[in-house]
């Protein structure tokens, strides 16, 4: 299945207008993995957010975005390939439509469905689909220090 988001941006006219900047299916769908597919929606940077002018920011697809945030969709398949990994970031996840079980390093294994929500803040993890449906989750991700156990940083990986 190809991802299918339609996205939606408003803005505003040089009379301070409300308008729609932006109405499409987004054409930035890509795979790093087989399995799954993502679409960044939406990418900010710098706190608090400048929502003055206009730049489509989603040309540059990033995981996460250094003092930014990043809305991202990502479409899981029974057959996604596990890619353990942690950022720099906390993030908000919904689960749109099926179920994921989300893994940690230490084996723990949270399963959730459609309309469950998950705040993942840092820790190594794993995304792993074994049903027969398709899973999709939003996820917004905020540009987080790096974790630290005794003092010490653990870093981004994967």
Known sequence: MSLQIRRV?????????????I?????????????????VVWSTKGFP????GFTDPTG?????VDNGTVFRIVHYGPDVTPR?????????????????EMELD??????LKAGDVLVQRGT???????????CV????????????????PLTAVG
């Open 106 to 111: 230490d084996g723990v294994v949270a399963k």
């Open 84 to 100: 353990n990994h942690r950022t720099d970031s906390i993030d908000y996840a919904v689960v749109i439509s099926g179920e994921i």
């Open 137 to 152: 989750i939003a996820f917004v991700l905020i540009s987080a220090k790096p974790v630290t156990a005794s003092g010490k």
């Open 9 to 21: 941006v408003t803005g505003h006219d040089a009379n301070g207008h409300a308008k729609v900047e």
């Open 124 to 134: 190594i993890h794993n995304w792993v689909n074994r049903g027969t449906e398709p």
């Open 23 to 39: 109405d499409e299916i987004a054409k930035n769908v890509i795979s790093n993995r087989p399995g799954a597919s993502s679409c």
């Open 60 to 64: 540059v697809m990033k995981t996460t």
């Open 49 to 52: 957010v400048d929502n003055d």
